[in-house]
């Protein structure tokens, strides 16, 4: 089965510095690779998806994301961060074949003036 | 704005009661998915349906129903609520079914169900 590890719940940061939240997943072979924020009071948008080819893919708003097979990782990062990137980041799997998401917990970003 | 509709917004209810949330997918879009979010399980897959049909199934209980109509907006009905039931939950839209490439999903605000 699949599955997705967000290890940190929450991650502080000050104005202007750079962030990486961490994912980790578990699948059998190369999944699709996402990664969503949701804002308060808000749905879910994706910032970017890994299916293939180049393992660092850009997002929007300054995002981007590498994949590392051996390390059955896809870290996202961003190199300055403002405050309205304040949120929760969700990085999910899906399979081949299939639309079905399967998400790690989400890490709570809070961003320091 | 994703494009995909949710009502209601929120929803109070008590245990043993059955509700209906609403989702008006995107314009084009076939697929509608339903994702649960609580503080115990995370976020989710319910079920998927393609053009009017279930297309896929995840950890929806027996209590839990879902449809897709012929103009394609979906209904989840939840019956025999119970607190745990408490939970975000969101619908998706995509344009086809994913089988053989992935489309992507694009997610309605959420309706936050409240089981006192």
């Known amino acids: 089965a699949q599955s997705v590890t967000q290890p940190d719940i929450h991650i502080t940061v000050s104005e202007g510095a750079s962030l990486e939240l961490r994912c980790n997943y578990s699948?059998?072979?190369?999944?699709?690779l996402f990664w969503y924020v949701q804002s308060p009071g808000q749905g879910l948008q994706l910032l970017l998806k890994?299916?293939?080819?180049?393992?660092l893919v850009q997002g929007i708003k300054g995002f981007e994301a590498e994949f590392k097979r051996s390390q059955s990782s896809f870290n996202l990062r961003k190199p300055s961060v403002h405050w309205s990137d304040a949120a929760e980041y969700f990085c999910?799997?899906?399979?081949?074949?299939?639309?079905?998401?399967?998400f790690g917990g989400g890490t709570r970003l809070m961003v320091k003036p | 704005d994703s494009g995909v509709t949710q009502t209601p917004k929120h929803l109070i209810t008590a245990t043993g009661q059955r509700v209906t949330l609403r989702c008006s997918p995107r314009s084009g879009d076939l697929s509608v998915y339903w994702y649960q979010q609580s503080l115990d399980q995370g976020l989710q897959f319910l079920i998927q349906y393609y053009n009017g049909e279930e297309r896929a199934k995840g950890n929806i209980l027996e209590r839990f129903s879902a449809q897709q109509f012929p103009d394609l907006h979906s209904e989840l009905n939840l019956s025999s609520l119970e607190l745990g039931d408490s939970a975000l939950y969101f619908c998706a839209s995509s344009v086809s079914s994913g089988a053989g490439a992935y489309n992507e999903q694009f997610f309605g605000p959420g309706t936050r169900l409240t089981v006192l």
């Open positions: 890994y299916f293939s080819g180049d393992t």
């Open positions: 999910a799997v899906g399979p081949l074949g299939g639309n079905m998401l399967t």
């Open positions: 699948y059998g072979a190369t999944p699709y």
